[in-house]
Antibody, heavy 118, light 108 residues
Framework: EVQLLESGGGVVHPGGSLRLSCAAS????????MAWVRQIPGRGLQWVAS?????FYAGFVRGRFTITRDDSKRTVFLHMRSLSAEDTAIYYC??????????????WGQGTMVTVSS | DVQMTQSPYTLSASVGDRVTITCRAS??????LAWFQQKPGEAPNLLIY???RLETGVPPRFSGSGSGTEFTLTIDGLQPDDFATYYC???????????FGPGTKVDI
């Protein structure tokens, strides 16, 4: 069974940093684009970053976030710094539907909550 | 960046209804258009990809159509399990980015 399991969320002070992890199983991890998508509770979905393995970022990231992956450990990370209250959201890890493509996501994790608050 | 809009914002419907949701892009998305269903407290679930292709395991009452800048998601015979929020999403092959629509909530 294909599964994604996020971890690393929590409460962080404004200006702080956090690293999210997403452990994958059930598919050939290295062949797939992986992404992070976030959702402010009660609001819509917002793509954050992708690793294909070349990396791509949404404009609002502004150099604050870095996506990395360790194919040997089947894990993708999101390193976040200079966090502000506007970054408070559920962060989902997602897998591209087909290998060697970046079209859309057919498997999502359960999400990890990041709260930026003093 | 391509901007996505959806209409309506909310939709009241009954079991058995035929429901249509529209998604419009500010520029052509070359068919890289997907639809997701999301229920409260759950992650999004892929329904349709490449505008009209049904994801494996998704009931055939869901269908997608459209091209260029205008797309529709149709639910033919709404079921109790279908009351949820639906999002369209485009993939920009030039910028390698993704944009979601604002969502359409389908409720009773």
């Amino acid at each position: 069974e294909v599964q994604l399991l996020e971890s690393g969320g929590g409460v962080v002070h404004p200006g702080g940093s956090l690293r999210l992890s997403c452990a994958a199983s059930g598919f050939s991890f290295g062949d797939y684009t992986m992404a992070w998508v976030r959702q402010i509770p009660g609001r819509g979905l917002q793509w954050v970053a992708s690793s294909a393995p070349s990396t791509f970022y949404a404009g609002f990231v502004r150099g604050r976030f870095t996506i990395t992956r360790d194919d040997s450990k089947r894990t993708v990370f999101l390193h976040m710094r200079s966090l502000s209250a506007e970054d408070t959201a559920i962060y989902y890890c997602a897998k591209a539907r087909s290998p060697y493509t970046s079209e859309t996501f057919n498997v999502w994790g359960q999400g990890t909550m990041v709260t930026v608050s003093s | 960046d391509v901007q996505m809009t959806q209409s309506p914002y909310t939709l009241s419907a009954s079991v058995g209804d035929r429901v249509t949701i529209t998604c419009r892009a500010s520029d052509s998305v070359d068919g890289f258009l997907a639809w997701f269903q999301q229920k409260p407290g759950e992650a999004p679930n892929l329904l349709i990809y490449e505008a009209s292709r049904l994801e494996t395991g998704v009931p055939p009452r869901f269908s997608g159509s459209g091209s260029g800048t205008e797309f529709t998601l149709t639910i033919d015979g709404l079921q109790p399990d279908d009351f949820a929020t639906y999002y369209c999403q485009q993939y920009d092959s030039y910028s390698r980015g993704y944009t979601f629509g604002p969502g359409t909530k389908v409720d009773i």
